[in-house]
């Protein structure tokens, strides 16, 4: 199965969702599947990450969404001539909203959100928040009706690797107390220099020179260079880590460690390693507070309380055996590790939902789309009513599929279990004598009367929702006419209706 994921990574912005979104992708590859990134202003070493791990880059480059969009649908439409269709799209993104969901839900068979906020509207199958304590009630009037929603710890999606760790018994009997390693993990690209901060606090401790400190960092890290001078030159015993590829083993050979309240917190306690989480972002709030009530975390400081409070959360740790020991078990029991499987798994399975989807036409279309077009009810409400020859309709095929500006849609149905159902086609072109493009859609006789085109035509808005469609109907074509309406079509003159985009979920 071909999977999209649409995520994005920089030193500005950070790691931490394309970070995840690779842990899935190297779990659905594993599983047979063709997973392509679709990204703008990745560093040249995730792009190489990605192709080490043989996964697909589209790259991007739009200012904002709207130019987003138009691009992705064109290079979406385009990679389908060429691949076949798209099963699934995975979407890891705050700064792209339902809109962006909604035109690109109908070219996949199933759409997948993942999200940690809970605060805005989704269109989705499946939506995915594996923050601790989250609850599907959360995502209440936000979501579809038929959305699956996959949240809690235990849908926690850490790299494939921290499934393999240890039984919780070998955990616990290596976490007897702490001893002097302090493992320093802010974030992949710590965009915010948090890194720095703490060494700084760090070097003032009297005790500092006891422990000994590992920092890690990717290479396209903001301030890598800064740490990197600051290591050089502090008088504490401090070791460098670019570009970890395994991180379990390194928490492992750690007793404490100072980082972020993401998803790497989860990774810790998977790990018995209890950890100072310093709150970066506001996202991570609720993270940290459902970590502490689990009474799961040393300590959970916000970014301004380092100075004050930083060393003396590490000195609780270092000298009460029975709290670090309550904290080590406490984080184990939150989650297993298995989360990925989980998740990669409930992307998999079909869904019960009556779903309709988009894929590019090609050349296995030709013939069944000719027997369509042939059919006297399809002929009845044509400009041209005499039926071409199978040549003819052959050769317009090939012009449409080789054209920079025409689409050819299939309308594609599947239930659970049955091969592919094709529904109808719909076509985008520009009208030469119009400033609007137009659209035109006929369906397999075999499906009239079930409101196939109102929802075809519905989510083909969503699409081409930055754009102005037209559709040309003859006035006693009433079937076509009211479905336009519904659909969101407005009459003007000489029977021509224009699209109306309205966001829906």
């Given at each position: 199965?071909?999977?999209?994921?649409?995520?994005?990574?920089?030193?500005?912005?950070?790691?931490?969702?394309?970070?995840?979104?690779?842990?899935?992708?190297?779990?659905?590859?594993?599983?047979?599947?063709?997973?392509?990134?679709?990204?703008?202003?990745?560093?040249?070493?995730?792009?190489?990450?990605?192709?080490?791990?043989?996964?697909?880059?589209?790259?991007?480059?739009?200012?904002?969404?709207?130019?987003?969009?138009?691009?992705?649908?064109?290079?979406?439409?385009?990679?389908?001539?060429?691949?076949?269709?798209?099963?699934?799209?995975?979407?890891?993104?705050?700064?792209?909203?339902?809109?962006?969901?909604?035109?690109f839900?109908?070219?996949?068979?199933?759409?997948?959100?993942?999200?940690?906020?809970?605060?805005r509207?989704?269109?989705?199958?499946?939506l995915?928040?594996?923050?601790?304590?989250?609850?599907?009630?959360?995502?209440?009037?936000?979501?579809?009706?038929?959305?699956?929603?996959?949240?809690?710890?235990?849908?926690?999606?850490?790299?494939?690797?921290?499934?393999?760790?240890?039984?919780t018994?070998?955990?616990?009997?290596?976490?007897?107390?702490?001893?002097?390693?302090?493992?320093?993990?802010?974030?992949?690209?710590?965009?915010?220099?948090?890194?720095?901060?703490?060494?700084?606090?760090?070097?003032?401790?009297?005790?500092?020179?006891?422990?000994?400190?590992?920092?890690?960092?990717?290479?396209?890290?903001?301030?890598?260079?800064?740490v990197?001078?600051?290591?050089?030159?502090?008088?504490l015993?401090?070791t460098?880590?670019?570009?970890?590829?395994?991180?379990?083993?390194?928490?492992?050979?750690?007793?404490?460690?100072?980082?972020?309240?993401?998803?790497?917190?989860?990774?810790?306690?998977?790990?018995g390693?209890?950890?100072?989480?310093?709150?970066?972002?506001?996202?991570?709030?609720?993270?940290?507070?459902?970590?502490?009530?689990?009474?799961?975390?040393?300590?959970?400081?916000?970014?301004?309380?380092l100075?004050?409070?930083?060393?003396?959360?590490?000195?609780?740790?270092?000298?009460?055996?029975?709290?670090?020991?309550?904290?080590?078990?406490?984080?184990?029991?939150?989650?297993?590790?298995?989360?990925?499987?989980?998740?990669?798994?409930?992307?998999?399975?079909?869904?019960?939902?009556?779903?309709?989807?988009?894929?590019?036409?090609?050349?296995?279309?030709v013939?069944?789309?000719?027997?369509?077009?042939?059919?006297?009810?399809?002929?009845?409400?044509?400009?041209?009513?005499?039926?071409?020859?199978?040549?003819?309709?052959?050769?317009?095929?090939?012009?449409?599929?080789?054209?920079?500006?025409?689409?050819?849609?299939?309308?594609?149905?599947?239930?659970?279990?049955?091969?592919?159902?094709?529904?109808?086609?719909?076509?985008?072109?520009?009208?030469s004598?119009?400033?609007?493009?137009?659209?035109?859609?006929?369906?397999?006789?075999?499906?009239?009367?079930?409101?196939?085109?109102?929802?075809?035509?519905?989510?083909?808005?969503?699409?081409?929702q930055?754009?102005?469609?037209?559709?040309?109907?003859?006035?006693?074509?009433?079937?076509?006419?009211?479905?336009?309406?519904?659909?969101?079509?407005?009459?003007?003159?000489?029977?021509?209706?224009?699209?109306?985009?309205?966001?829906?979920?």
């Amino acid at each position: 199965m071909n999977i999209i994921f649409r995520v994005d990574a920089s030193a500005e912005i950070g790691g931490g969702h394309f970070f995840r979104c690779l842990g899935i992708a190297d779990v659905l590859k594993s599983q047979g599947n063709t997973c392509i990134f679709m990204s703008q202003s990745l560093s040249k070493d995730m792009e190489e990450l990605l192709n080490q791990k043989e996964h697909g880059l589209l790259q991007l480059d739009a200012k904002t969404e709207k130019e987003e969009i138009k691009l992705c649908r064109l290079l979406l439409y385009r990679w389908m001539q060429q691949h076949g269709e798209i099963h699934t799209i995975i979407i890891d993104h705050y700064q792209r909203s339902h809109q962006w969901e909604s035109a690109f839900y109908p070219i996949c068979k199933r759409f997948v959100v993942i999200d940690d906020l809970a605060n805005r509207p989704h269109m989705a199958d499946i939506l995915l928040d594996s923050s601790l304590g989250r609850k599907p009630i959360d995502y209440e009037k936000l979501l579809p009706e038929h959305c699956q929603v996959l949240a809690g710890a235990e849908f926690t999606p850490l790299r494939y690797e921290f499934s393999k760790c240890p039984p919780t018994e070998k955990i616990i009997q290596h976490r007897q107390h702490p001893k002097n390693k302090v493992l320093i993990a802010m974030s992949a690209t710590d965009p915010e220099n948090m890194t720095e901060t703490v060494l700084s606090i760090l070097e003032d401790w009297k005790h500092g020179p006891k422990f000994q400190f590992s920092v890690v960092l990717t290479s396209g890290a903001k301030y890598l260079a800064n740490v990197a001078n600051k290591v050089k030159k502090s008088p504490l015993n401090i070791t460098l880590h670019r570009d970890v590829s395994n991180m379990r083993e390194l928490y492992f050979k750690h007793d404490l460690a100072i980082g972020a309240a993401g998803t790497s917190a989860m990774e810790r306690c998977v790990c018995g390693l209890p950890s100072v989480a310093i709150g970066i972002v506001d996202n991570q709030m609720f993270n940290i507070q459902q970590f502490m009530k689990a009474n799961a975390l040393l300590a959970a400081l916000d970014r301004h309380e380092l100075e004050e409070k930083l060393v003396s959360s590490i000195e609780k740790s270092a000298s009460n055996k029975q709290y670090y020991q309550e904290v080590v078990k406490n984080g184990l029991a939150l989650c297993d590790g298995k989360g990925i499987l989980r998740t990669a798994n409930a992307f998999q399975a079909e869904l019960p939902a009556y779903r309709i989807w988009f894929r590019a036409v090609n050349a296995m279309d030709v013939k069944v789309m000719y027997e369509w077009q042939c059919h006297p009810d399809t002929r009845k409400y044509s400009r041209n009513p005499e039926p071409p020859s199978f040549e003819e309709h052959q050769l317009w095929v090939e012009r449409n599929l080789l054209s920079s500006q025409n689409q050819l849609w299939m309308l594609c149905h599947q239930e659970a279990g049955t091969k592919e159902e094709k529904l109808g086609v719909i076509r985008i072109s520009p009208n030469s004598e119009r400033e609007h493009n137009e659209v035109s859609i006929y369906l397999n006789p075999a499906m009239y009367g079930q409101g196939i085109a109102t929802r075809a035509l519905t989510l083909l808005l969503g699409i081409y929702q930055e754009q102005k469609l037209e559709a040309y109907i003859q006035p006693d074509n009433k079937a076509s006419v009211k479905s336009f309406l519904k659909a969101g079509f407005r009459p003007t003159k000489q029977d021509w209706y224009i699209a109306t985009y309205e966001s829906k979920i």
